[in-house]
T-cell receptor
Framework: ETGVTQTPRHLVMGMTNKKSLKCEQHLGHNAMYWYKQSAKKPLELMFVYSLEERVENNSVPSRFSPECPNSSHLFLHLHTLQPEDSALYLC?????????????FGSGTRLTVV | QQQVKQSPQSLIVQKGGISIINCAYENTAFDYFPWYQQFPGKGPALLIAIRPDVSEKKEGRFTISFNKSAKQFSLHIMDSQPGDSATYFCAASFGTGKLIFGQGTTLQVKP
């Protein structure tokens, strides 16, 4: 384990469902991130949280709703998704927001929207 | 300006050979250039990184070569092994450290 744990590992959901992805880090980091990884595309930064405050939202559709209740936990709430939202969703953390090094990634949640 | 262009998209190398992956960037403000390695079913993990004040950094069989004037950097894997088969991402960042990733290169090392 890298110190960043994501659950579930796999998720299949219908377009009308509501589900949540969970990320937990045990590293004492203060910043957490959600990335989307699609086939043959660069990793796309979705959200950045620093000390539980959202500091960046990269024009992500409102059907993705992040939540950071404390510096160790990060959620991504999903509702009325589209098939094109199928991807690997990665959580990462770093000691401070904006730290150029020391990004630790989780293993991701493989999401399939049917 | 914010893009990092990575090539090739895929690479097949014989065991013992040299694997070379290239990246190019436009934004001269970038000051940190890491490479990440990702195995199937895992998240990316930091492999090696360089800052633009040096032209080369070596860690074991992995070397980053950096050409500031050409705005290019590359990863060289010497004596490639089947265990090196993975997807490799270059990235770049500056200041606040927002990482901009390349498209990724899938490396297959044949025994």
């Amino acid at each position: 384990e890298t110190g960043v744990t994501q659950t579930p590992r796999h998720l299949v959901m219908g377009m009308t469902n509501k589900k949540s992805l969970k990320c937990e880090q045990h590293l004492g980091h203060n910043a957490m991130y959600w990335y989307k990884q699609s086939a043959k595309k660069p990793l796309e930064l979705m959200f950045v949280y620093s000390l539980e405050e959202r500091v960046e939202n990269n024009s992500v559709p409102s059907r993705f709703s992040p939540e950071c209740p404390n510096s160790s936990h990060l959620f991504l709430h999903l509702h009325t998704l589209q098939p094109e939202d199928s991807a690997l969703y990665l959580c990462a953390s770093s000691q401070q927001q904006g730290e150029s090094y020391g990004y630790t990634f989780g293993s991701g949640t493989r999401l399939t929207v049917v | 300006q914010q893009q990092v262009k990575q090539s090739p998209q895929s690479l097949i190398v014989q065991k013992g050979g040299i694997s070379i992956i290239n990246c190019a960037y436009e934004n001269t403000a970038f000051d940190y250039f890491p490479w990440y390695q990702q195995f199937p079913g895992k998240g990316p993990a930091l492999l090696i990184a360089i800052r633009p004040d040096v032209s080369e950094k070596k860690e074991g069989r992995f070397t980053i070569s950096f050409n500031k004037s050409a705005k290019q950097f590359s990863l060289h894997i010497m004596d490639s092994q089947p265990g090196d088969s993975a997807t490799y991402f270059c990235a770049a960042s500056f200041g606040t450290g927002k990482l901009i990733f390349g498209q990724g290169t899938t490396l297959q090392v044949k025994p």
